[in-house]
């Protein structure tokens, strides 16, 4: 078998095992002795972690996760292979995070991870993504609205750079975001969806109620 192909068939493999690590569960156990799959939305990503474990955990997986996708993306360079497409792989730490082995193929939304692959492929976008999530968050202090508008908008901004993989997983992704999210859009259409404490959404719902 020829060496790179060896390569690329490892790197596949380290890209999905990377994506499968459940960094809410581990540091749930690990160091709260709580599996957040039992409490709040049980979901194992950031926001559920936020919630049930605190902030400093919170930001702890959401670092973890991101960098699951960012060294995902960065194994091609890791390996020296150029002749495959890194968001390959940054793809395949997705598929992992939310289908884990680890959990049973289940696993969480894939936000943070595919921010990830973002940072490593196009920082420049992960900038500006990372600002538009922030800006819709402060406003709306709805973590899921944040997810489901920024990943359109990164959508549209990937056609105009001319970067047909970029634009097409972009936009694949976009629609598996809507997809995992579709309880919170029947929350938010609801006008019952879990905010932050803290932001103007935040704000206005404390003080209507």
Do not use: Q
Not at 149 to 160: D, E, K, M, Q
């Amino acid at each position: 078998m020829d060496s790179n192909i060896e390569k690329i068939v490892l790197m596949f493999i380290i890209a999905y095992l990377l994506g499968s690590i459940p960094s809410g569960v581990w540091i749930g156990k690990a160091f709260f002795h709580i599996d957040i799959r039992r409490h709040g939305s049980g979901n194992i990503g950031t926001t559920n972690t936020y919630r049930v474990l605190g902030p400093i955990a919170g930001s702890v997986v959401m670092a973890m996760d991101i960098s699951k996708g960012a060294v995902a993306t960065l194994l091609p360079m890791f390996f020296h292979v150029a002749t495959i497409n890194p968001l390959l792989f940054g793809l395949a730490a997705i598929l992992g995070h939310t289908f884990s082995v680890f959990d049973k193929f289940k696993g969480g939304k894939a936000v943070a991870t595919s921010a990830g692959m973002l940072l490593a492929y196009k920082p420049s976008f992960f900038f500006l993504a990372a600002g538009i999530w922030i800006l819709i968050i402060l406003l709306t202090s709805m973590v899921s609205l944040a997810s489901i508008i920024t990943f359109p908008c990164i959508t549209i901004a990937t056609f105009f750079i001319h970067d047909t993989y970029l634009f097409i997983l972009a936009a694949v992704l976009t629609v598996f975001i809507i997809y995992r999210h579709w309880a919170n859009i029947k929350r938010i259409l609801h006008g019952n969806e879990r905010m932050v404490p803290f932001g103007l959404g935040n704000l206005l719902r404390t003080r209507h109620e």
